[in-house]
């Protein structure tokens, strides 16, 4: 599969965005919020446009990533930055196809060459150790609740990137949803329906 990845630009915001829509929805609950995320993180000084990414297949927008700008804080109150993944999208339609691997591998070395140390995800262990991410606990890394669990994953950009960076990381507000909010962006969309399925936790 011929798969063409290029820096996101102001013309694929709302695509994207359905693109997202798309690829959440009904996965974690009925509908989803992940396409307003998306949209909350491009105007929140954290986000990283260097680091937004399209995924093209035959010119047909297939997938999407982007970054955000991560605090730790240490036990003295000394707050160092890396990395935050996410969300990353691809159309279910090209889900399991090497999409979401390729956009990826290539955004983590783009960030390589900007000088980052680190990045931290949320996400499936089984899925994102392919990548050489690992429980953040080895790094000394913890929710802000001082908790670490198998979900929560860090990756070091270079060897040794992550010496010295120990303590919690202070989630980013944009990541949280008001239902209100919600409710009036789904308007921009077209209508779509929700469903209640097995597996979803919120």
Partial sequence: MDITIRREEPADFY???MLTREAFWDIYQPGCDEH????????????????????FVQDKLAGHIMFTRAVIRSGENREQELLCLGPVSVLPSFQKQGIGAALIR?????????????????GDPAYYSRFGFVNAERYGITTAEGQNFD???????????????RGKYLENPVFQVDPKELEAFEKLFPPKEKHK???QFR
């Fill in 15 to 17: 695509e994207t965005e």
């Fill in 36 to 55: 307003l995320i998306v949209h909350q993180i491009r105007r929140d000084p954290a986000f990283i446009p260097e680091l937004a990414f399209v995924a």
């Fill in 106 to 122: 290539y955004s983590l070395k783009e960030a390589g060459t900007l000088g980052f140390r680190g990045v931290l995800l949320f």
């Fill in 151 to 165: 979900a929560f994953m860090a990756l070091e950009l270079y060897e040794k990137g992550l010496d010295g960076i």
């Fill in 197 to 199: 399925r097995e597996g």
